[in-house]
């Protein structure tokens, strides 16, 4: 069974950065294309960044990410990674690591929420 645990999360001051971490078990995550998506309280979900199996194709959907957020992914360790830099009060939300498997692209797979495995969240909380 696929399970996919994401830490890293809890509180950190404006300005501040952290790394959320998202290990998958049950499956291969080479497989896999991968991503992050967050949701703020009273929000919809929304698509961060998404990356293909080979780290060569990236898609990111937040225009105010400005490049202060960074998805990556180690195969080896079966493990995805958020590194989120500068962060503000607005980042405040629920942070939820996917998969896709090669039915979905990297575009579908964060445009449209294609996704065949979501981790349970987990929350970030931005606050002096």
């Known amino acids: 069974q696929a399970q996919f645990v994401e830490s890293g999360g809890g509180l950190v001051q404006p300005g501040g950065s952290l790394r959320l971490s998202c290990e998958a078990s049950?499956?291969?995550?080479?497989?896999?294309?991968v991503g992050w998506f967050r949701q703020v309280p009273g929000k919809e979900r929304e698509a961060i960044s998404c990356?293909?199996?080979?780290?060569?194709?990236?898609?990111t959907y937040r225009d105010s990410v400005d490049g202060r957020f960074t998805v990556s992914r180690d195969n080896a360790k079966n493990t995805m990674y958020l590194q989120i830099n500068s962060v503000k009060p607005e980042d405040t939300a629920v942070y939820h690591c996917?998969?896709?498997?090669?039915?979905?692209?990297?575009?579908?797979?964060?445009?449209?929420?294609?996704?065949?495995?979501w981790g349970q969240g987990i929350r970030v909380t931005v606050s002096s």
């Open positions: 996917a998969a896709a498997g090669p039915r979905a692209t990297v575009k579908a797979m964060c445009q449209y929420s294609v996704v065949d495995y």
């Open positions: 990356i293909s199996q080979n780290s060569e194709d990236i898609q």
């Open positions: 049950g499956v291969n995550l080479r497989d896999y294309s």
